[in-house]
């Protein structure tokens, strides 16, 4: 071989090299000194990061990922410390240190127009993240099946399922049964028993599984105590909001509040689907957020 072929060659070479440096994307990213958060990271195009519920992780949004990366977009999914395969350190277990892990990610990755969606407890996350952070890098929010302002009832808010006596009663069962607290949101997780397959249900259980169980109890030390009515004043970008008819953890009553209280959001309803939208309804669930992301 000449060597002005060999030269070709290693240029070439050298050439995919950087490329592939160029478009991989870290699975870990640390948020702190011996912290790091799971990240899934496929696709290219705008970025729509997403942050899961409680108990699970980003594995949660697994059917929205490939459907979004075929829409051209870039789907990425945060789990938080104490959760699936991101570190499990001591301290951090409240929306302020979410916020800020969230914050480092997109700092780190160098995001920027991010569409900004938390399902549940991740709902509650982002719109305290909007918050604390004045909406950096967000162009806009997704909140599905959000729990917030407040999951449990207060005096001047009646809206909900669940009192603070309730979520105390499940804080103790996660001290010395944790599978069966997983039973119990089980029961309640989907419209009915048959709206999505045994398989899923099983994937989602082991999911919830990989979780801490100390970052299980102050989560809900957190969910039971948390009130984001005054954050919801800083969202300003355009927020779509969907939610099940037929979910027996986030009451319909509490979407409503935030469509009320969050101006240029839309609030689209999910009639087959309890608090599982995102599997019991994906097709539809896939096509509202793609739409939202890409106008």
């Known amino acids: 071989m000449s060597r002005c072929l060999l030269t070709v060659v290693a240029f070439l070479l050298i050439q995919t090299s950087m490329q592939a440096q160029q478009t991989s994307h870290p699975e870990y990213v640390e948020v702190e000194k011996n912290v790091r958060l799971h990240v899934t990271d496929i696709g290219s195009g705008r970025p729509v990061v997403l942050i899961h519920g409680f108990p699970l992780s980003d594995e949660m949004f697994e059917y929205q990922y490939e459907a979004l990366a075929k829409a051209g977009f870039r789907a990425i999914g945060i789990t938080m410390r104490g959760f699936g395969h991101s570190d499990k350190p001591g301290t951090g277990y409240n929306y302020d240190t979410y916020a800020a892990d969230i914050k480092a990610v997109l700092d780190q990755l160098q995001l920027e127009n991010v569409v900004l969606g938390g399902f549940s407890m991740g709902g509650a996350i982002v719109i305290h993240y909007m918050n604390q952070y004045q909406g950096a890098h967000v162009g806009k929010l ?8 407040c999951w449990t009832k207060q005096p001047d808010f009646p809206y909900g399922f669940f009192t603070k006596q309730d979520i105390d009663g499940l804080i103790a069962l996660n001290g010395v049964d944790r599978p069966a607290l997983y039973m119990e949101f089980g029961k309640k997780f989907t ?16 999911i919830n599984l990989q979780a801490s169980g100390y970052a299980v109890q102050q989560m809900l030390i957190t969910l039971r105590d948390a009130d984001e009515r005054e954050s919801l004043k800083a969202i300003k970008v355009s927020t779509l909001i969907l939610q099940g008819r037929a979910d027996y953890i986030v009451s319909y009553q509490l979407a409503e509040q935030l469509h009320m209280a969050i101006p240029n959001s839309k609030l689209v309803p999910f009639e087959k689907s309890g ?4 599997v019991e309804e994906r097709d539809k669930f896939n096509q509202q957020l793609i739409e939202f992301a890409g106008n």
Do not use: C, K
């Open 191 to 206: 419209a009915t028993s048959t709206s999505i397959s045994a398989g899923i249900g099983a994937w989602l259980g082991n």
């Open 275 to 278: 608090h599982a939208l995102f």
């Open 142 to 149: 997704a909140l599905f099946a959000a729990a917030a302002p």
